[in-house]
């Protein structure tokens, strides 16, 4: 079977076009701000889509089929073409004048991890800040359309319940046509960016903050506009609990939002991802919670001193950082690391959960954690009875085995890819502790870490060679492991 690669360069093309339309909306709110990053905005948009365009005519008139070979890599190398012309802005800004902390805060956004080599965000020109916030938006939106329309026809990583013939989300197709359900779940995706940004503007923050909060809550990215993060808004409760609210919605499976506006509430009561996702955000908070109030030191909110207290301030703070780090959004309202050793382990059990499957969330995702459980539960009767055919159900409807065994090699090889992540940081000097964390928050697409590059750091201190391994283990845990790593077997390459 021939390579069809001039689809793929096509599409590379249409990509480098929408990144270099997104630039000029920077490029625009600069010259709004007057922050003397405009024209260098404006240079890397229009460099970007000159080498889109160029691309696109160069391959007009080709063949318009997408086979399973062209999908793995225009899936992966449109993540990495995105990356690399995203990096421009910071270039020709002087921003980040490195090209190896460029393409590292680049790939963060993108892959919506949110880990950040940036020491003072706040001197940093407002376009170039909206412009960060933007590649977050950019990949949460693309990891949508992955999802539902790419993802089930190459069958990566269990996300073949989006399938119609499988149970699961994908027997609740919103449309027949693929194109067409991607369409709904990006009308709900920038309605709730529209609406978070109205309630935070209303909660206190600017118009300029607001946005770009919102941006990073709806694709679960986290970069800030501040340097404490949303701690910055520890005195105003509100805005927290907003973002709060927003975080579980994103994290959520877009499916159900969809349920929930076209009234089928019943259809979101009886998925048991997002009871399984709903519970456990419960039970950790709790957890959480009861342990900061008693034992950690968390700031007390002085917004409303005759109804907030230290359980409201000990119950908010566990509750934003559960969610931060389950949705893996990666937000902060304090230093998470300095609460207690038990809590710093908790969380980092956590960034190995994830939100729902079709979020925009990162990490391994409650739904494959269900179904293996549910598995490894189904061992014990298969043990005692050899002959009878025991399926694993999910959501009242069998699972074949073999999306079983995909999401099984699925944990399997995540388990392992963070141990090889987690040496090869120790192997470039950092502790153990940093290691493990930054490996763990990188694949996770979590955001902030253990160690030296817990919340109150950053990623700045990682040699060059750790800034480009912990960008290659985000791309690899964004785009489900599998679409990326297949690209490295011999096989892939062959004709066949």
Same mark, same amino acid.
């Given at each position: ?117 940036? =020491? ?113 808004? =520890? ?218 590059? =817990? ?42």
């Amino acid at each position: 079977m021939k390579l069809n690669a001039r689809i793929i360069v096509h599409i590379m093309g249409l990509l480098l076009l929408c990144n270099g339309s997104f630039m000029l909306l920077a490029a625009f709110a600069s010259g709004i701000y007057q922050d003397g990053a405009t024209l260098d905005i404006a240079l890397a948009a229009i460099v970007t889509m000159l080498f889109g365009v160029m691309a696109m005519f160069y391959t007009r008139g080709h063949k318009k089929e997408v086979k399973r070979k062209e999908g793995y890599m225009i899936v992966t190398f449109g993540w990495v073409i995105m990356s690399i012309s995203g990096m421009l802005p910071y270039l020709f800004s002087a921003s980040i004048p490195s090209v190896t902390d460029a393409f590292f805060e680049t790939i963060s956004g993108y892959t919506t991890t949110g880990a950040s080599i940036l =020491n003072d965000i706040e001197s940093l020109p407002k376009g170039i800040l909206l412009w960060r916030s933007l590649t977050h938006w950019i990949g949460g939106m693309g990891i949508i359309v992955l999802a539902i329309a790419i993802l089930p026809l190459l069958g990566i990583g269990g996300m073949q319940l989006f399938a119609a013939e499988a149970p699961g989300p994908g027997g609740d197709k919103l449309h027949p046509r693929i194109t067409d359900t991607a369409k709904r779940l990006w009308l709900i995706y920038v309605g709730y960016t529209v609406l978070e940004t109205l309630l935070l503007k209303l909660a206190g923050m600017s118009f300029f903050d607001a946005i770009n909060h919102a941006l990073s809550t709806l694709s679960t990215g986290g970069f800030s506009t501040k340097n404490a993060s949303i701690a910055y808004w =520890n005195d105003t409760p509100i805005i927290q609990y907003i973002i709060i609210v927003f975080m579980f919605l994103a994290g959520t499976n877009f499916v159900m939002s969809y349920f929930a506006f076209t009234g089928k509430v019943k259809r979101i009561i009886q998925d048991e991802e997002f009871k399984t996702y709903s519970l456990l955000i419960g039970i950790f908070t709790l957890i959480a919670a009861l342990i900061v109030y008693f034992q950690a030191d968390v700031p007390i909110s002085d917004y409303h001193p005759m109804v907030l207290g230290p359980e409201e301030s000990a119950f908010r703070h566990a509750l934003f950082q559960v969610l931060a780090i389950v949705t893996t959004t990666g937000f902060v309202t304090a230093d998470f690391t300095s609460w207690t050793p038990f809590l710093t382990v908790f969380f980092f059990g956590l960034m190995f959960l994830g939100g729902s499957a079709g979020s925009t969330s990162g990490g391994i995702k409650v739904m494959r954690h269900l179904l293996i459980i549910k598995n490894g539960i189904l061992e014990f009767k298969r043990t005692l009875h050899t002959n009878a055919i025991i399926p694993v159900r999910y959501n009242q409807k069998t699972v074949s085995e073999h999306i079983v065994y995909n999401i099984i090699a699925f944990f399997v090889l995540y388990m392992l890819l963070f141990i090889i992540g987690a040496l090869v940081l120790g192997y470039l000097g950092l502790d153990f502790e940093s290691a493990v964390g930054g490996a763990a928050s990188s694949l996770g697409n979590v955001g902030p870490a253990l160690g030296d590059l =817990n919340p109150v750091v950053n990623f700045s201190a990682l040699p060059a060679f750790g800034k480009w391994w912990c960008g290659f283990l985000m791309l690899l845990g964004r785009l489900e492991l599998f679409t990326v790593l297949i690209l490295f077997v011999p096989y892939f390459w062959k004709k066949t």
